[in-house]
């Protein structure tokens, strides 16, 4: 029988009660702080290295593009595979490839190829950790019904070290140089391995298995036949595709829109980070999904808006905002739409579905990126976020016009109660 929570956290911070989750998330918090480091650090190497627009859509091409093939594999595995023990080694060698990186480019040995090579390990490694990873959250939770404060603390966790990490890459990257952040980086997947070895997730239910391929089709179907969750992943696609693709070009934005330097970067990079965290923590402290999928419409438009402006406006002092109200938005509505699907997806999918999720977002990122690559060097990067802009505002009106059929459908009603029946999506 599970536990129930002791309330000595107030209900913005209730998932943190289960003693799992809370090493999983002071792990996890530590580990992305450093790969925002690479992150921004990579960019910024890669720019002024080749100074090429289309290279950068590249490097995050080849970072994404495994997800293709692998997710959709790793989900079905997921849901066979003891998920913490798994993820110990995807972490471990997510921890190596860093280090290699790092001395790489600290020897001066750091060709194109060889980082295009080593980022696209990451992005195989990392195509497989997020099924696993997110499958795993409700496994660590004493209390089933803080699964959506979970899935929403851990949203606000990634932005907030999307806002600390880039911030302080720009400053080492400034002072220090690249190299620094690459071996930073190394060093912090050591919190999350130690913290995966220190917890004992909840066992999940047996299911009989069957071939992989045929698990793999079974999710597929699943997703299929419910449209709330397929429309739900759509949206997470054109948030990948269309949305965030112009992050890739940052680098471009702050040294040949804004005339700035690494700290320029890293403001940008923060601001999305800021406006991200207040959209997680909104997302957090809610108390129910009730009324949750005409807010999610509403972000997407709010973001379509937000970078159709940022097309068009080049002062810094403009652009920061701009970029902290997209990222505000985006967060919400993916985050949003994860929150939804964990709720209404059928444990026996779990991890199935969270691939399909993974492959919604890292994806279509992965052709939004390279496209937003090619585009900006044919049009300039202003009128390839208008494009991209404007086809985003479409995606998210043409969710909210959908939308409001999903609160008479019968599927869209949570799989464990949330606090009580009242809060719960009329069917």
């Given at each position: 029988?599970?536990?129930?929570?002791?309330?000595?956290?107030?209900?913005?911070f209730?998932?943190?009660?289960?003693?799992?989750?809370?090493?999983?998330?002071?792990?996890?918090?530590?580990?992305?702080?450093?790969?925002?480091?690479?992150?921004?650090?990579?960019?910024?190497?890669?720019?002024?290295?080749?100074?090429?627009?289309?290279?950068?859509?590249?490097?995050?091409?080849?970072s994404?593009?495994?997800?293709?093939l692998?997710?959709?594999?790793?989900?079905?595995?997921?849901?066979?595979?003891?998920?913490r023990?798994?993820?110990?080694?995807?972490?471990?060698?997510?921890?190596?490839?860093?280090?290699?990186?790092?001395?790489?480019?600290?020897?001066?040995?750091?060709?194109?190829?060889?980082?295009?090579?080593?980022?696209?390990?990451?992005?195989?490694?990392?195509?497989i950790?997020?099924?696993?990873?997110?499958?795993?959250v409700?496994?660590?939770?004493?209390?089933?019904?803080?699964?959506?404060?979970?899935?929403?603390?851990?949203?606000?966790?990634?932005?907030?070290?999307?806002?600390?990490?880039?911030?302080?890459?720009?400053?080492?990257?400034?002072?220090?140089?690249?190299?620094?952040?690459?071996?930073?980086?190394?060093?912090?997947?050591?919190?999350i391995?130690?913290?995966?070895?220190?917890?004992?997730?909840?066992?999940?239910?047996?299911?009989?298995?069957?071939?992989?391929?045929?698990?793999?089709?079974?999710?597929?179907?699943?997703?299929?036949?419910?449209a709330?969750?397929?429309?739900?992943?759509?949206?997470?696609?054109?948030?990948?595709?269309?949305?965030?693709?112009?992050?890739?070009?940052?680098?471009?934005?702050?040294?040949?829109?804004?005339?700035?330097?690494?700290?320029?970067?890293?403001?940008?990079?923060?601001?999305?980070?800021?406006?991200a965290i207040?959209?997680?923590?909104?997302?957090?402290?809610?108390?129910?999904?009730?009324?949750?999928?005409?807010?999610?419409?509403?972000?997407?438009?709010?973001?379509?808006?937000?970078?159709?402006?940022?097309?068009?406006?080049?002062?810094?002092?403009w652009?920061?905002?701009?970029?902290?109200?997209?990222g505000?938005?985006?967060?919400?509505?993916?985050?949003?739409?994860?929150?939804?699907?964990?709720?209404?997806?059928?444990?026996?999918?779990?991890?199935?579905?969270?691939?399909?999720?993974?492959?919604?977002?890292?994806?279509?990122?992965?052709?939004g990126?390279?496209?937003?690559?090619?585009?900006?060097?044919?049009?300039?990067m202003?009128?390839?976020?208008?494009?991209?802009?404007?086809?985003?505002?479409?995606?998210?009106?043409?969710?909210?016009?959908?939308?409001p059929?999903?609160?008479?459908?019968?599927r869209?009603?949570?799989?464990?109660?949330?606090?009580?029946?009242?809060?719960?999506?009329?069917s």
């Amino acid at each position: 029988m599970d536990a129930q929570p002791n309330n000595r956290l107030p209900p913005l911070f209730r998932a943190l009660e289960s003693r799992n989750f809370r090493l999983f998330f002071a792990g996890q918090g530590i580990s992305l702080i450093g790969t925002f480091l690479q992150q921004v650090a990579l960019g910024w190497f890669v720019y002024r290295v080749t100074g090429s627009k289309l290279l950068l859509g590249t490097i995050a091409f080849a970072s994404q593009a495994p997800s293709f093939l692998l997710s959709p594999i790793a989900g079905a595995l997921a849901d066979r595979w003891n998920r913490r023990k798994v993820l110990v080694i995807v972490q471990s060698l997510q921890g190596l490839q860093a280090l290699a990186l790092a001395i790489a480019i600290a020897t001066d040995h750091a060709p194109i190829w060889l980082i295009l090579t080593i980022v696209t390990i990451f992005g195989s490694l990392n195509a497989i950790d997020i099924p696993f990873r997110q499958s795993l959250v409700s496994q660590m939770l004493d209390d089933k019904t803080a699964l959506p404060n979970a899935i929403a603390l851990n949203s606000a966790l990634f932005n907030s070290a999307r806002l600390v990490g880039p911030a302080l890459g720009g400053l080492l990257v400034a002072s220090m140089g690249e190299a620094t952040c690459f071996f930073l980086n190394a060093v912090s997947y050591l919190a999350i391995v130690g913290a995966l070895l220190a917890i004992h997730p909840h066992p999940t239910e047996t299911t009989k298995r069957h071939r992989l391929g045929k698990e793999i089709l079974d999710g597929l179907r699943y997703v299929r036949s419910h449209a709330p969750i397929r429309d739900l992943l759509l949206l997470v696609s054109a948030v990948g595709m269309l949305g965030l693709a112009y992050t890739v070009l940052l680098p471009v934005m702050a040294r040949d829109l804004l005339h700035g330097d690494a700290r320029t970067l890293g403001l940008l990079m923060g601001s999305g980070g800021a406006g991200a965290i207040v959209g997680a923590l909104l997302l957090a402290s809610r108390k129910s999904t009730d009324g949750l999928l005409p807010k999610i419409a509403l972000a997407s438009t709010l973001s379509g808006v937000s970078l159709l402006a940022l097309s068009r406006i080049h002062l810094l002092q403009w652009s920061m905002p701009l970029i902290a109200l997209s990222g505000f938005g985006f967060v919400f509505s993916a985050g949003g739409a994860n929150t939804l699907i964990q709720t209404w997806v059928d444990n026996r999918f779990r991890g199935r579905v969270l691939s399909l999720y993974t492959l919604a977002f890292l994806g279509s990122s992965t052709i939004g990126n390279l496209a937003m690559g090619w585009l900006s060097t044919h049009l300039g990067m202003p009128d390839a976020m208008l494009v991209f802009g404007g086809l985003f505002l479409a995606s998210a009106v043409v969710f909210a016009l959908r939308s409001p059929s999903f609160r008479n459908d019968p599927r869209c009603v949570p799989v464990v109660p949330l606090q009580s029946d009242e809060h719960r999506i009329p069917s």
